[in-house]
């Protein structure tokens, strides 16, 4: 089996760690993964901040570096939901409809890859985890559980649910910035009902969510890991 691997702006440019535990992953399951170098940016910025005109030129690129037939895999469910709902509507109409479609048939979030192809991580660990559902991951991709099933497959880890797992963290890309005070006090929210539960660390398929509840965390004195699923399966 082959798959491409999208990066992701976030990762490439700030935790290079969780594309490359992502790819460790796939290799270990048995797959064959390229990296296109042409890749860039999926073109959600632009897309969410209302300027589809720019999006769609930085789309493009991603159209050209994943081009074929071979599944992409997003280690982000945020990105991988621009692609397979964004990219539909961002291209109707234009000449990349076609390609935009194909993509957006192939593309799958990190987890939702490994359960939809069954690979095996032979991932084990130690401790406790709690998982926070992100909410393009929960709201645009309709999913919830292939996270939590990659994570409870994880031998010796403990698994914790903790409470409003399913209430937005207060990132949401330029929410963060237009919102700041909303923004931040659902992130320290979400901080402090991960640390009620006692587990070791809180446990993400989006790095967005991540590093911004992590954020809030240092910020107001919560005592918190967090990681990023690939990074918890690649040991």
């Not at 082959?2 to 594309?19: G, H, I």
């Not at 992409?72 to 109707?92: K, N, Q």
């Not at 479609?101 to 979030?109: D, K, N, S």
């Amino acid at each position: 089996m082959r798959a491409m691997l999208m990066r992701t702006c976030l990762s490439d440019v700030m935790a290079p760690s969780v594309w490359r535990a992502t790819r460790t992953v796939l290799e270990r399951a048995g797959v064959e993964v390229s990296v296109p170098r042409r890749q860039t940016c999926c073109g959600q910025p632009g897309w969410s901040s209302g300027h589809p005109d720019q999006a769609r030129r930085v789309a493009r690129t991603a159209l050209a570096a994943f081009a074929g037939d071979d599944p992409v895999v997003v280690p982000s469910g945020s990105c991988a939901a621009m692609v397979r709902h964004g990219y539909p509507e961002l291209f109707a109409g234009q000449p990349e409809e076609e390609a935009a479609l194909a993509m957006a048939g192939r593309t799958r979030e990190f987890t939702q890859f490994l359960a939809e192809h069954g690979l095996d991580t032979g991932a084990r660990g130690s401790g406790s985890a709690t998982y926070h559902d992100s909410c393009h991951m929960l709201r645009l991709l309709g999913e919830r559980e292939s996270g939590r099933a990659a994570l409870r497959a994880v031998e010796g880890v403990e698994l914790r649910e903790m409470e409003a797992t399913d209430v937005c963290c207060g990132f949401g890309g330029t929410f963060s910035v237009n919102f700041p005070e909303v923004s931040g006090r659902l992130g320290e929210e979400k901080a402090r009902h991960a640390a009620a539960t006692g587990a070791d660390e809180l446990i993400a398929c989006d790095l967005s969510c991540l590093m911004h509840i992590a954020g809030r965390a240092r910020r107001t004195g919560v005592p918190l890991r967090v990681r990023h699923i690939a990074e918890v399966l690649a040991g």
